[in-house]
Every structure is written in C-alpha cells, then in structure tokens.
C-alpha cells in the first residue's frame, strides 16, 4: 500500500511546458486571477472568488490537506513565463481499492494550448507509478465538453451519465464519469 | 431530517411477505461469517460504514449512514439478506442502498420487495431525489434486484473494487454497476 506520507512532502512533477509544485499562499493572487472569472467557475462546485479572501481561504485548505498528509492539488506553474495558472490533483483516494479521483481548473487564457491535458497526463502518470493505483477517475458535468475532451486525450473512457448526481449552485447537475486503468495506461 | 432521527432506531417496514426490521443481533453476528469482503460494509457502525463513492471533488462534507435492516420472511421470521442507505449525502440529497441476499431463489423475491419498500422510505421519510447502488457486474442476482425495484443502470465502473479473496498473487479487481433511481421517475 502506498504511503500517505507522500502528501505531506508532494514531489514536484515536470512537462514540457508545465511545472507541478505544492501550492503556496503566495499563489492567492494566481489563483484569485483565475477563480474570480466566472466563465472558469460555470462548470466547478466551488463559487467564484468574490475577494482575496476566497482565494487564500481555498489555499489554506489545500495546504492543510497536505500537512495531514490528504490528496490535494499541485500548482501549475507555465515554465516560459514563471505564472501560476491553474491546480489540479487527486480529490479523493481510496486505498483499499487502489482508486482514486481527479480534478483540474486552468485559468482561462490558457485554454485551449494543451495545458490541461499535459498536466493531467503528468498527474495520472504520478498516479500509478507512485500511489500504485490501479483506477484513476474523474467527472465532469456533462455540459462541460471540454473537460471531456481532455479526459479523452489523456486516455480515459466514458463510463456512464449519473443523473442527477449533485445538487450545485441550486440545481441538480448530471455529471459523465470517466477511467482510466493501470493495465491500458500509456505514458 | 439526519441519521439523528435515527439515532437509537431506524423503523420496521412491512410490505406483503417481507419483513424490513433492525438487524438482531444473532444475526450481526451469524452475517458476519457469511458475507463475503465487499458486503461487510453492510454491517459497520454508522460511523464507519464506508461509502462505495465518495467523489470528493463534487462533495463536500455532510455524509451519513443509516443502521442496517435485516431482510426477514415475514411469516416465518427466517434473515434472508440484508440492506441499507450506506451513505446518504444531505447537501446532495441522494443515498446508497446497499444490500446482499442470501442468493436462494426463494429470497430473490423477499430481496427485490425489500429494495422497494427501502425506495419508498427513502423517497418519501428521507426525502431523498437520487437513491443508487453498486452492484459486481458478475452477481447478475444483485443488478437484476436492483432494475426490478426500477433502478436504471447509468454505469460500469470498470476496476472498481479490490477483490482481496482472490487466489494467486496478484489481486483482481472487479467491475462494478452502478443504478439509480430518481425520485422523478419512481412510480411510488
């Protein structure tokens, strides 16, 4: 079974164009860039970032997590420029069964570049070679296309449309899951 | 309403020929003999019952399980299987009914009669809008349970649960069906 620990001190991963670091509160500001846009925030269950506030509240909780040694997101960090423009990791892992989930927001000037999809190869990769899983999940509302298309890239297959799943910002939401397994992975 | 109400009992449900009733306690013990791995779940404290899918990312705190019932014969008083909301969501307002039967033929009926009177509960006293749960896709006995309560088949969760009996030295893992029922399409 693989080590919690592995939280607690999150290893830094690198792409081509990407570099994964733990989240710092120095990065309220990035964040606050990207959260307080609510073209980025339609598809999330989390509200837009209406201050700083909401922001440095969200990092406090991801550092928290990792303190306690819990799943939580990286920093992305754009290699050419230095910028912070997104997180994404692993929001739940269950260890008995050698699955766990993942999840990504990207800021929205840097959609549509590959990003995303880079990033979350890279996370996947993590996943199996690291954690020793052997199912790596996401979902998606299904109104959000291009998540799916990213899941797509990285290899994931649709599973299924869950109805009704979620009750988010008023209404219930229909969410698409999707998986990839250690056995069909390709890095 | 939360597992509060609940606290020191959950209600008996009665229906034509089953018996929904709080599981004695012989029998907790008899079930926790029997049931395989991927069911003992079924018999965990309320705290500690563990859900099939926590889906964090979409769901924030606020998860709750209820006490098992045990599936009795109404007439002979006979534990055929047992069930129970396994993980109920309050903010998402949608629960897990999880069971296990016996497997005989004549406890398939007594089980599909249970899920319906657990639905029923479920949607009106819990006021619940999504009620679903996670069948092996090799237990053909559980998924055809659970679409004749009316439960929709949405999913196959392929390498979903470990299967920590397997023989050999690598562990297996098993698919898993998810179905679900939504209060707008049950017909009470």
């Not at chain 1, 766990?100 to 996947?124: C, F, H, K, P, V």
Request: proline share 5%.
């Amino acid at each position: 079974m693989a080590n919690t620990s592995i939280f607690t001190d999150l290893p830094t991963l690198e792409t081509e164009r990407l570099i994964l670091r733990p989240p710092r509160m120095e990065d309220d500001e990035s964040v606050f860039a990207y959260a307080s846009d609510p073209v980025v925030s339609m598809h999330t269950v989390w509200e837009t970032h209406r201050t700083i506030d909401d922001s440095r509240s969200f990092l406090a909780m991801m550092l928290e997590f990792l303190k306690h040694g819990e799943p939580a997101s990286w920093a992305f960090v754009e290699r050419s420029t230095g910028r912070m423009i997104g997180t994404g990791g692993f929001g739940s892992w269950n260890q008995q069964h050698a699955r766990a989930e993942i999840g990504y927001t990207l800021g929205r000037s840097w959609w549509n570049m590959g990003y995303t999809t880079e990033a979350t190869r890279a996370i996947i990769a993590f996943g199996f070679s690291r954690l020793s899983l052997n199912r790596i999940e996401a979902y998606c509302f299904v109104e959000n296309h291009a998540s799916a298309r990213v899941l797509l890239k990285c290899g994931m297959q649709p599973e299924g449309l869950l109805r009704e799943r979620i009750h988010s910002k008023g209404a219930y939401r229909d969410l698409n899951v999707f998986s990839v397994l250690r056995s069909e992975w390709a890095p | 309403m939360t597992t509060s109400d609940f606290q020191h009992d959950i209600p008996r449900l009665t229906g034509d020929a089953v018996l929904l009733a709080p599981l004695a306690e012989r029998d907790r013990r008899e079930l926790e003999g029997q049931l395989p791995e991927s069911s003992r779940r079924l018999l965990q404290s309320e705290n500690d019952a563990q859900p099939m899918s926590p889906a964090s990312f979409f769901v924030q705190a606020g998860i709750q399980s209820l006490p098992p019932w045990g599936i009795y014969n109404r007439h002979s008083a006979r534990l055929s299987g047992i069930c129970r909301f396994a993980a109920w969501h309050l903010q998402h307002r949608r629960a897990e009914l999880a069971f296990a039967a016996d497997g005989s033929p004549r406890s398939e009926g007594l089980l599909l009669e249970a899920l319906r009177l657990a639905i029923r509960f479920g949607f009106t006293t819990l006021e619940i809008n999504r009620i679903e749960s996670f069948c092996l896709a090799g237990n053909p006995a559980t998924s055809g349970a659970a679409q004749g309560a009316g439960m929709t088949r949405e999913a196959l969760l392929r390498g979903y649960v470990r299967d920590d009996d397997h023989s050999g030295n690598r562990p297996a893992w098993h698919d898993v069906q998810l179905f679900a029922i939504l209060r707008s399409q049950w017909s009470g």
